[in-house]
């Protein structure tokens, strides 16, 4: 069945740098989409979100960016700091529907 | 957690006996949701609640069942814990209002192991 994905399962990235998380997502009705960032412990905790009608959204230091014609997702984190690393996952909403789909996820570890 | 609370935090039990996870949330939302959350399988949803009462099935609800009596409280219920059902267990709330897609927050989470 359909369902999203991520194309690198860790990333790690010397601090100061900007990180780069890809997603990838195959339903073509999918028309939202959130990153949820997830500390160790902790419950997921929304980062960002964009609607099927933009192509990029930012946030404090993060930025979002959709290409709808390759179905792909991605999130920047700008100038990553240590409190960013944890794992990192994307969420489709079809449209109309209750339920969110949810990637695996991709882990990021910021070095010092 | 953007006024969710889940109780217990932690529970141990054993196999064949009931448990029941609470999530209360603060924020007058009408949707809220449980998911487990599993190496390799990500975020699965359990069950959902789109109202008081009104309650629906997620992809892995085998074994589980939900009541939801007032709009702050979501009760997740396994009637006969397996070690299969070992898993951290989130409750997460949405608006879905008009001028909202379906933006989820999540509670802390719960860490059950059943032995």
């Known amino acids: 069945g359909e369902s999203v994905g991520l194309h690198l399962p860790t990333l790690s990235v010397q601090e100061g740098d900007n990180s780069i998380i890809n997603c990838a997502y195959s339903?073509?009705?999918?028309?939202?989409f959130i990153w949820y960032k997830q500390e160790s412990g902790k419950g997921p905790q929304f980062i960002i979100d964009?609607?099927?009608?933009?192509d990029k959204r930012q946030g404090q230091r993060v930025t979002v960016l959709l290409n709808k014609t390759v179905k792909h997702l991605s999130l920047q984190i700008a100038a990553t700091q240590p409190g960013d690393s944890a794992v990192y996952f994307c969420?489709?909403?079809?449209?109309?529907?209750?339920?969110?789909?949810f990637g695996k996820g991709t882990k990021l570890t910021v070095n010092p | 957690d953007a006024g969710i609370t889940q109780s217990p935090r932690h529970k141990v039990t054993e196999t064949g006996t009931p448990v029941t996870l609470r999530c209360h949330q603060t924020?007058?939302?009408?949707?809220m949701y449980w998911y487990r959350q599993d190496p390799g399988h990500g975020l699965r949803l359990i069950h959902y609640s789109y109202g008081v009462k009104d309650t629906d099935k997620g992809e892995v609800s085998d074994g589980y069942s939900v009541s939801r009596s007032k709009t702050e409280d979501f009760l997740l219920t396994l009637e006969s814990a397996t070690s299969s059902q070992t898993s951290v267990y989130f409750c997460?709330?949405?608006?879905?209002?008009?001028?909202?897609?379906?933006?989820?927050?999540f509670g802390p989470g719960t860490r059950l192991t059943v032995l």
């Open positions: 339903n073509s009705a999918s028309d939202y």
């Open positions: 964009i609607r099927s009608n933009m």
């Open positions: 997460a709330i949405s608006e879905r209002s008009s001028r909202t897609y379906n933006e989820q927050f």
């Open positions: 969420a489709e909403n079809q449209g109309g529907s209750e339920k969110l789909v």
């Open positions: 924020e007058n939302h009408r949707y």
